[in-house]
C-alpha cells in the first residue's frame, strides 16, 4: 500500500465511524410493505446495469417508488448515461462522495436502502453507512456491518442470486 492509499483509507474509516455515531431512527421493512425503495449499484459492468434495470422496473410494478444510484469507477462521466450516476471525479480524498445529487440521496428517507455489489466499494458502502435510509440492506462482508442493518450471505458473487436470495429474506420480515 503506498503512503497516498494508506492515507486515503484512513481518512475514509474516520468518516465510516462519523456516520456511525450519528444515531439514525432504523426499522426493518418487509419488502411487501415498503413504498420508498433506494437502489444503490456498481454501474462498471453493463451485464449488471441490466440486472438492476430489469429489478427497477420489478419494483415498480409491484407500486414502490424506487430511486437509483449507480457509481462508475472511471474518471469522468461521458455525460450520456440513462441513470443517476456518479464517478470519480466527484470523490473526495477519502474515497466518499461530494457530489450534491448523491447527498440529496443519502438524505432520502427510503424504507429499505437496497446496495446492489457484491464486491467492496468504498463509495457505496459510506453511501448505504450514512444513508437515513430506515433499513439497509446489503451482500455480506464481515468487515463492512456498520454500513448495512441486514446483510445477505452468498457464496456466489452473482448480482441475480444476491438479488433471489436477498428478496427471500426480505419476504420474510415482518
Known amino acids: 500500500m503506498t503512503i497516498i492509499n494508506g492515507l486515503k483509507e ?14 439514525k431512527k432504523r426499522k426493518a421493512t418487509n419488502l411487501n410493505n415498503a413504498k420508498s425503495i433506494g437502489l444503490l449499484f456498481h454501474a462498471s459492468n453493463d451485464s449488471d446495469i441490466q440486472i438492476v434495470k430489469k429489478y427497477r422496473k420489478e419494483l415498480q410494478r409491484q407500486h ?3 430511486t437509483w444510484l449507480g457509481y462508475k469507477n472511471i474518471k469522468t462521466l461521458n455525460g450520456n ?3 443517476p450516476c456518479f464517478c470519480n471525479k466527484d470523490l473526495g480524498l477519502s474515497m466518499t462522495p461530494k457530489k450534491a ?4 440521496f443519502i438524505n ?4 429499505i436502502l437496497i446496495s446492489l455489489h457484491t464486491k467492496e466499494c468504498l463509495p457505496l458502502e459510506y453511501i448505504s453507512a450514512a444513508s437515513s435510509a ?7 462482508q464481515e468487515n463492512k456491518v456498520a454500513s448495512y442493518d441486514f446483510m445477505v450471505y452468498g457464496k456466489t458473487k452473482s448480482l441475480r442470486a444476491y438479488i433471489q436470495q436477498m428478496e427471500t429474506y426480505l ?4
Not at 10 to 23: A, E, N, P, V, W
Open 81 to 83: 448515461e440513462e441513470f
Open 10 to 23: 484512513g481518512l475514509y474509516q474516520r468518516k465510516i465511524k462519523k456516520c456511525i455515531s450519528h444515531t
Open 101 to 104: 445529487s448523491v447527498k440529496q
Open 134 to 140: 430506515y433499513f439497509r440492506i446489503g451482500h455480506y
Open 64 to 66: 414502490k417508488k424506487v
Open 171 to 174: 419476504k420474510k420480515i415482518y
Open 108 to 111: 432520502q428517507k427510503f424504507d
